[in-house]
Structures are given as structure tokens and as C-alpha cells.
């Protein structure tokens, strides 16, 4: 691992940042279309912005209620509309499976593979990780090490250490008595 170095950010990099919390910064009196028309003003016609919206499986009535009267997972849709309507070039995605329904992780997943940019995905969703990973990295006791295979002999790796773990603490007890 590098110690030292210049890192220079493209002048034109555009980096898509989600994280787990997002859709709470959401303004909440505002519809998601209204939210999207204001954020996005070079979309002039609504019918183009509901077409966009729709696409994340917000339709009809949710388009155009307050966003408080949306489920966490329906306010998490439009917060993936806003993100993917900016068109970066990078993704940073954290956790971004909470509040989703398995049909809808399918679809992120679908999404995310279809991205043509670079993405860096922290996750716990075993089955998102599966859909999508490339390189399966490990943040662990301070440091950081890329896993030589996938998501699922990761996860074996962790609970053989674990029954080893278990197994050694039985054994003291069984010493201590």
C-alpha cells in the first residue's frame, strides 16, 4: 500500500456520493417531482421528469404527494433518481440496500452493472455484493486488504474463524473448571 504520494482529483470528475441516510435530507414538503424539477431546471417539461422518476419505480400518486408521505424505501428511489440523473463518473455507495425490498436491491443491483463508471460500494447485503462486485476488499484491525475470491468464501472465512473463536473460549472454560 502506497504511504505517500500526490492524488489529483480530473477537473471534470464527477463523483455520486450515497449514503445510508440521505433520503432523511430529502425536503419533505416537497413532492418528488417538484424535488426533481428544482433540482434538475433543464428538464423543462414535468411529463420528461415523470418518465425519469417513474423509471425508479415512483409512480402516479407517490410523484407528486408531499415526500413525507412516502415509506423510507420509496424516498430512497428518489434518491437514486437524483443521484443517477447527475451522471457521475463515480459512485460511492454506503449501505445503500437499507429501507430496499429484495425486488428493489435486484434492480439497484441490475442498475449498478449496467453504470459505465467506477463505483466503491460498502456493504453488508451479501446478495448485493454477490450481484455486483468485481474485488471484494476488507477493512479489518486498521487496514485495508483486497480478498483473493469472491463475497461468499469471504463469509465462509469469517465463520470458520468464528467457530474457531467460539471453540477456543469452550476450551478455557472447560480448563478453568
Not at 30 to 52: N, Y
Not at 58 to 78: A, F, H, N, W, Y
Request: hydrophobic fraction near 35%; charge should be negative; aromatic fraction near 8%.
Amino acid at each position: 500500500m502506497p504511504t505517500d504520494g500526490l492524488i489529483r482529483r480530473h477537473s471534470h470528475c464527477k463523483i455520486g456520493r450515497y449514503h445510508q441516510h440521505l433520503h432523511e435530507e430529502l425536503p419533505l414538503d416537497l413532492s418528488a417531482l417538484e424535488f426533481m424539477m428544482k433540482e434538475f431546471p433543464d428538464v423543462k417539461e414535468k411529463e420528461e421528469m415523470r418518465k425519469i422518476v417513474g423509471r425508479y419505480g415512483i409512480t402516479g400518486r407517490e410523484q407528486v404527494c408531499p415526500m413525507k408521505q412516502l415509506s423510507d424505501g420509496q424516498r430512497c428511489r428518489v434518491s437514486f433518481a437524483w443521484l443517477a440523473w447527475q451522471q457521475p463518473h463515480l459512485l460511492l455507495l454506503d449501505e445503500p440496500t437499507n429501507h430496499l425490498d429484495m425486488e428493489s436491491i435486484d434492480a439497484l443491483a441490475e442498475a449498478i452493472n449496467c453504470f459505465p463508471g467506477g463505483m466503491i460500494l460498502v456493504s453488508h447485503d451479501f446478495r448485493l455484493v454477490s450481484q455486483v462486485a468485481e474485488e471484494v476488499w476488507v477493512c479489518d484491525n486498521q487496514g485495508i486488504q483486497k480478498w483473493d475470491g469472491d463475497i461468499f468464501s469471504f463469509k465462509n472465512h469469517l465463520r470458520k474463524q468464528i467457530d474457531k473463536e467460539v471453540s477456543n473460549r469452550e476450551k478455557g472454560v472447560v480448563k478453568e473448571r
